[in-house]
């Protein structure tokens, strides 16, 4: 079946401090790839996406690149601000039928002046 | 369009009552979904139409729910007799048909069963 884990957490760091959040997949089909990020109170936004092997997908200095060949996904920030403080969720979309998402367990990230 | 949106954002019903909820997608999005997240949870999925058509059904989704979309524009979501564990939050994605380039969610309806 397909599935994502995902880094526990919380993860906490001081800002301006490099991101790692780490995601790998167990798929059956070739999936699209995606990180999600949910700020308190509020509903789930999209934040990068990658469609095939070696895609990168970035937005507001987030980065993460499609690895086929260790079915990977992990989520990079060069330098974090306190506004990234949310829950962090790597996902997955197959190409068939309902194309539904199927997501991990979410890294909470705290980020301190 | 001001996304997706959901009515109520919070609902706290006793066990044993019905509840409903509703989302209205982005109206020119033709795929609707609902997903359930539990805290400390990803979400997951529960079910997907097509415009009018509920086209997959997740286990999750036991005979106390229904879910309808007519006329392929909102959607209801449909809890009868609750029960303690459904508390929980539900959340409403739209997309267009190539749903793998990401959904648009809504901010969800906190169920609380007291």
């Known amino acids: 079946g397909n599935s994502v884990t995902q880094m526990e957490g919380p993860v906490t760091l001081s800002e301006e401090a490099f991101l790692t959040i780490n995601c790998t997949y167990t798929?059956?089909?070739?999936?699209?790839l995606f990180w999600y990020v949910q700020y308190p109170g509020e509903g789930l936004q999209l934040l990068l996406k990658a469609t095939k092997a070696d895609d990168k997908g970035s937005n507001k200095g987030f980065e993460a690149t499609y690895r086929k060949e260790t079915t990977s996904f992990h989520l990079e920030k060069g330098s974090v601000q306190v506004s990234d403080s949310a829950v962090y969720f790597c996902?997955?979309?197959?190409?068939?039928?309902?194309?539904?998402?199927?997501f991990g367990q979410g890294t909470r990230l705290t980020i301190n002046p | 369009d001001t996304g997706v949106s959901q009515d109520p954002r919070h609902k706290i019903t006793k066990r044993g009552q019905n509840v409903t909820f509703r989302c209205d997608p982005i109206s020119e999005h033709n795929r609707l979904y609902w997903y359930r997240q539990t805290l400390g949870q990803g979400p997951e999925f529960l079910t997907y139409?097509?415009?009018?058509?509920?086209?997959?059904k997740s286990r999750l989704l036991s005979d106390r729910f229904s879910a309808e979309r007519p006329k392929g524009s909102f959607s209801t979501l449909e809890i009868q007799r609750t029960e303690q564990g459904d508390s929980a939050m539900y959340l409403c994605?739209?997309?267009?048909?190539?749903?793998?380039?990401?959904?648009?969610f809504g901010s969800g309806t906190r169920l609380t069963v007291v």
């Open positions: 139409f097509q415009n009018e058509a509920q086209l997959e």
């Open positions: 996902a997955l979309s197959v190409q068939e039928g309902a194309q539904k998402l199927v």
């Open positions: 798929a059956t089909g070739y999936p699209s």
């Open positions: 994605a739209s997309s267009l048909d190539q749903g793998i380039y990401g959904y648009t």
